[in-house]
């Protein structure tokens, strides 16, 4: 099972809630899209995606 969410729509801590959600029931894989988001450089995409990564090794 895959998850895919909108990053930054979502709120980190929903996210990190829905993800270990999803994990309980299976999922394996999560798919972070920051598409829409408004950010207008490479860098603030990738920014965003670290921050992510971050807050979900650390709960």
Not at 27 to 32: E, F, G, M
Not at 37 to 46: L, M, V
């Amino acid at each position: 099972m895959k998850i895919g969410v909108v990053f930054p729509q979502t709120e980190t801590d929903t996210l990190l809630r829905m993800m270990a959600e999803r994990q309980k029931a299976g999922a394996t894989h999560i798919s972070l899209n920051t598409m829409g988001s408004g950010f207008t450089t490479p860098n603030q995409h990738i920014n965003a995606i670290s921050e992510f990564a971050k807050a979900a090794l650390i709960s």
